[in-house]
């Protein structure tokens, strides 16, 4: 069975600071990872996919295999980077289910 | 990517009524699904729904609990039947589109 791991359910940092949320994954085929993120009051948004491999509003994710890992990283840390984010993982072939970790909500302090 | 309008909002019900949540995307779409985000905790997929077929439902939920209709490829609803207040949680529909999936804004449910 799929399993996606978020282990820090609040992660709090100051503005300019770095911040890596983690995101561990449990599959045993070649999964397809996506960060989604969801500001107040807005619907959730996909941020990054790691087929894409693309830096979005200066976040970077990158699938580590051996360590069955896909981190999200951003070298600064703005105010507008508060929100909660979801790590999901898509199961390979023509399975389109999304399995979800339970979500780091960031805040990102002045 | 694609659209996704869902309604209602919110909404407040009595144990043992039925609510139906629509969601209509502004493209056409082969998949649709399904989540519950109980309150603190993450997205759960209910069902899969494709157009022409009967839904596919995860391990937990059933078809007379959460009757689900796609009667093309722009459309779904999802109605929670015979409500409790276990029910309570926010509903959530999605769709695949273009790099990913869309996600609809959401409905709030509490029942009393």
């Known amino acids: 069975a799929q399993r996606v791991t978020q282990p ?3 992660l709090s940092v100051f503005k300019g600071a770095p911040v890596e949320l983690k995101c561990n994954y449990s599959y045993s ?4 990872l996506f960060w989604y993120v969801q500001y107040s009051r807005q619907r959730l948004q996909l941020l990054l996919r790691h087929i894409s491999r693309e830096s979005i509003k200066g976040f970077t994710a990158d699938l580590n295999k051996g360590e069955t890992s896909f981190h999200l990283k951003k070298p600064f840390a703005q105010e507008e980077d508060s929100a909660m984010y979801y790590c999901a993982l898509k199961s390979g072939g023509s399975n389109y289910k999304l399995t ?7 805040t990102v302090n002045p | 990517s694609a659209v996704i309008s ?12 039925s609510l139906t949540i629509q969601c209509q995307v502004d493209s056409q779409v082969t998949m649709m699904f399904w989540y519950r985000q109980q309150p603190g905790q993450s997205l759960t997929l209910i069902a899969t729904a494709n157009q022409g077929s009967e839904a596919t439902y995860e391990s937990g939920f059933v078809i007379d609990k959460f009757p689900i209709s796609r009667p093309n490829l722009t459309f779904s609803t999802l109605t929670v039947s015979n409500m409790s207040p276990e029910d309570s949680s926010i509903y959530l529909c999605s769709a695949t589109s273009g790099d990913g999936y869309t996600f609809g804004s959401g409905t709030r449910l509490t029942v009393v």
């Open chain 2, 6 to 17: 869902q309604k209602p909002s919110r909404d407040i019900c009595q144990r043992g009524t």
């Open chain 1, 8 to 10: 820090e359910k609040l």
């Open chain 1, 29 to 32: 085929g070649s999964p397809e």
């Open chain 1, 100 to 106: 979800f970790g339970k979500g780091t909500l960031l």
